[in-house]
């Protein structure tokens, strides 16, 4: 037994729900764990085409969740891993938004790290909450370029396409871009969503400023949130 409590090298997005708190304390708290669940299985089944989907663990506590797969001594599966764990937490980022109004921010790192029912432990983890907490600091998720695994996975874009996870944002960090068109393309073609998708989605970005007027803080994410997507939609979607 002892054997398998063991740490290992994996990829590891450390993920902070914003202003869920408010939801948990809220009459409202059943409906919004309610709504996460139904968003993580949306996001899990956009992610079952990959190969190691079956490999990636999911992890809910409070306001915080963590996805991890470990990683292997194969390089190019490796990288894909990195694309899976990427695609995967974009598609949360924008769907928690639509659905529960919701922003997050986060890290994406690389290390040893050890998770089952009971535990999850590790550098990895550390690392992600510190990056989380001191740097992404708007409700973005950072990839840990100066962690060097992710470094050298980042660099093969040969079989990554990173362009179409990550932008690097105005202070210099790589972050993804939850509002790049696949993730686009996904939102507003699905049926669950209804008619006037985009509309919606666009009310939803106005009506997070306005619930958020008298909240400095809260109201400057936001307004980042709906600058992003300002900058990064396709024009004709």
Known sequence: MENLIKESPHLVAYIDLLGVKNFINSDNSQKALKRIHEMYELASQYCKGNSFNEKLVFKSFSDNFVISVPLSNNEVENVQKLALVSSFVSIVQVLY???????LRGCITAGNFFVN???????????????????????RVVLDTKNKVIEKLAKRTDIFDYNSFFINDVDGFTILNCFSDAN???????????KGKQEKFESILQEGLERTSDNEKAYAKWVWTINQYNQYKRINT
């Open 117 to 139: 029912d009971n535990i999850v432990w590790g550098e990895a983890l550390v690392r992600g909450y510190q990056v989380e907490n001191s740097l992404a600091v708007n409700p």
């Open 97 to 103: 938004i639509a659905q529960a109004k919701t922003l």
């Open 184 to 194: 686009l393309d996904l939102l507003f073609n699905n049926e669950r969503f209804g």
